[in-house]
Structure formats: C-alpha cells, structure tokens
C-alpha cells in the first residue's frame, strides 16, 4: 500500500480547485458578504446588534471577504480573532444565531450558482457558529442547540 502524502501547496490547490468547480471565487464571496450584511443591517433584531458595534462597515465589510475567502477558499487572507470579538457583545441570544443561519442561508438561495455551493458555505458556517456559541453559552448550547 502506498500513501500519497500530499504537501500543504497541493492541498490548498485541491480546495481552490474544488472551489472553482462550485463557483465560488472573490467576486461571489464579495456579493454574498455585501448581500448578506445589506439584509443583516435591515432585520428587526440582528440589525441593531449590528449597527451599535460596527462604526466603519467598509472596513468590517471588507474583513468579512478575507474571512470567508480564508475558509471557502483557503486563501489565507484573515487573521482576525472571531472568539473575543463575539463574547464581548452583549445582548446577543442563543437564539439569534438561528437568525443570523437562516439570513444566511436565504442570501446564500439568492446568490449561488447552484445547491452544492449553499451546502458548501452552509457547512462551514454552521460549524463556526457552534463553535461562537459554544465560547458565548457554554454548555447549554450542547444540551439544547
Ligand atoms: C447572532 C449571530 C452573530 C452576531 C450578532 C454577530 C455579531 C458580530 C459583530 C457585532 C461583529 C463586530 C465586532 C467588532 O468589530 O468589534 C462581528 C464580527 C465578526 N463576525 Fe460575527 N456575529 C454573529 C455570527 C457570526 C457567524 C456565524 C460568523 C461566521 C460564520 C461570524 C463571523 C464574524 C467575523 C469573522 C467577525 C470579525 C472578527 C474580527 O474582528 O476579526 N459572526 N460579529
């Protein structure tokens, strides 16, 4: 049996590759994040979370391209720190993750080439959402979601 040990550099192509095939490049990634936060500034209960924090939103705007170009892509573009920039907010709810999911997951209907792209994002988004609300509610989010 031989084992193909793969070097970081041909990992990353074969998830720009992968990527490729599901459509996502730099253009989608900065409609879905102006879509996504353009529909986030406007919800009853995300937008004044949202809009009490977040005094430039170019700027912000344009970290949230990095970030998701930095998962979905593997750019490696961001270097932020999503945990103590989501447990210093208060007033947030469990519940609002859901929210924020579902806007998501509508932007996401809107804007994708096809399913498998929605499921691509999707995916990834659930699980960086655990993992906030996991730092944000501690173990209550493992008993009740
Ligand atoms: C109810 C859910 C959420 C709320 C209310 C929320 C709110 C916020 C706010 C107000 C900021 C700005 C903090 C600051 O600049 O001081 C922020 C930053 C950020 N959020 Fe969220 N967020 C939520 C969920 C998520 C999810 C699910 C993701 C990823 C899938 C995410 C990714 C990020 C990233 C990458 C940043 C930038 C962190 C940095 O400064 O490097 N957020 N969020």
């Known amino acids: 049996m031989t084992y193909q040990v793969r070097s ?15 459509g996502i490049d730099d253009a989608l990634i900065s409609e879905l994040v102006e879509t996504f936060y353009g529909r986030v500034r406007t919800h009853p ?18 970290k ?18 999503p945990v103590p920039a989501h447990t210093k907010l208060e007033g947030v709810r469990r519940e609002d993750f859901a929210d924020w999911l579902g806007l998501f997951r509508l932007t996401l209907e809107d804007i994708a080439p096809g399913a498998e792209t929605v499921d691509y994002f999707m995916v ?12 944000m509610f501690g173990l209550e989010t493992l008993e009740r979601g």
């Open 45 to 62: 209960r995300l937008g004044s979370i949202f809009n009490g924090e977040i005094d430039d939103w170019p700027e912000h705007l344009a």
């Open 64 to 81: 949230l391209k990095d970030f998701w170009a930095s998962v979905a892509l593997n750019a490696g573009r961001y270097s932020g720190k």
């Open 124 to 135: 990834r988004a659930e699980r960086i959402a655990q993992s906030l609300k996991l730092a």
């Open 8 to 22: 970081a550099e041909e990992r990353r192509l074969a998830i720009q590759e992968n990527a490729s095939r599901l």
